[in-house]
Every structure is written in structure tokens, then in C-alpha cells.
């Protein structure tokens, strides 16, 4: 930064890059609360600029400003024990990446559905796909695969993945 002189008074002018560089180095030193704060007040600075100097809704255009302070609700995942349920939840409450259910279908494809062809591109029928569904959520130990139709298992574990 530089000094300028300015009929008796003395006045600090900075660069652009150099402001930046400062306010970088500031932005980095702030704790999460401060940097929490500095949004809050930032946000109600802009709300008051856009009150100021935006059009009224009268005249058919409105500024609305999303509401970033209201937390947002976690999901619970508690009635859902294979589908819907994140990996990492599954690694915290099994230990293990996915669920045994799914494993054991991944399993009986590879071991007795290998010469299937379009395994996974051709659709299995929608209510045994459903039922698997449900069996996996009811008891996700101990599911026998053992006469399912080859699609509808690995419909179901596509299902799986894209949940």
C-alpha cells in the first residue's frame, strides 16, 4: 500500500491485488463462528442493499432472498436398514461397506448368473423386484436368493446402488 497526499490530509490507498491478498490472509485467520457470523451479517447487508434499491413487488418483479440461517433437518434412517441408506452410515453401524444382503446377491449373480445375457440391462418384473426389496429390509442376514430370477436380482441390486 501507498501513501497519497491530499490537500492536508493524508489518505491510504491500496491495490486491488494487494486489498485481496489482505482480505485473503484475514479470511483465512477466522475461526468457524466468526466466519459463521461474517455470512449472517454479509446476508443481512445484501437483504438491506436489495430493499433499498430493488423494485417493489408492485411492479411484477421481486428479489427473494433464500433463507440460509434455518438449519436443515437430517434425515434419520432408522426404519431403513438396506435401501436409502447411505454407505457410510452402513460402515458405521455394520462395519462392514455394504449390506450382507446385497453381498450375497452380488454373489449369487456372479456364481450361478454369469451366462445370463443383458443381466443387467434387461428389467426384471416389478412386484419380485419389490418383494426382494422387502425381504432385504425385513431380515437383511439371512436372504436366499435360490430360485430368483437372475434380472430381478440384479435389478435389485442396481435399485440398490441407486438409492
Not at 440460509?68 to 462392514?96: E, S
Request: positive net charge; aromatic residues 10%.
Amino acid at each position: 500500500c501507498t501513501s497519497l497526499m491530499h490537500t492536508n490530509r493524508r489518505q491510504r490507498f491500496c491495490w486491488p491485488s494487494e486489498q485481496n491478498l489482505n482480505l485473503h490472509l484475514q479470511i483465512d485467520s477466522q475461526s468457524a463462528a466468526q466466519l459463521n457470523l461474517l455470512q449472517k451479517l454479509a446476508l443481512l447487508k445484501l437483504t438491506t442493499l436489495m430493499d433499498k434499491y430493488s423494485p417493489s413487488s408492485k411492479q411484477g418483479w421481486n428479489w427473494t432472498v433464500p433463507k440460509f440461517i434455518r438449519k436443515m433437518k437430517a434425515p434419520d434412517y432408522k426404519d431403513q436398514v438396506v435401501f436409502g441408506v447411505p454407505l457410510l452410515l452402513n460402515v458405521q453401524r455394520t462395519g462392514h461397506p455394504l449390506p450382507k444382503s446385497i453381498l450375497q446377491a452380488m454373489y449369487f449373480l456372479r456364481s450361478h448368473c454369469l451366462d445370463q445375457v443383458g443381466l443387467f440391462r434387461k428389467s426384471g418384473v416389478k412386484s419380485r423386484i419389490q418383494a426382494l426389496r422387502e425381504m432385504n429390509e425385513g431380515c437383511p442376514d439371512g436372504v436366499n436368493y435360490e430360485g430368483q430370477s437372475a434380472f430381478d436380482v440384479a435389478d435389485m441390486v442396481k435399485q440398490y446402488f441407486r438409492d
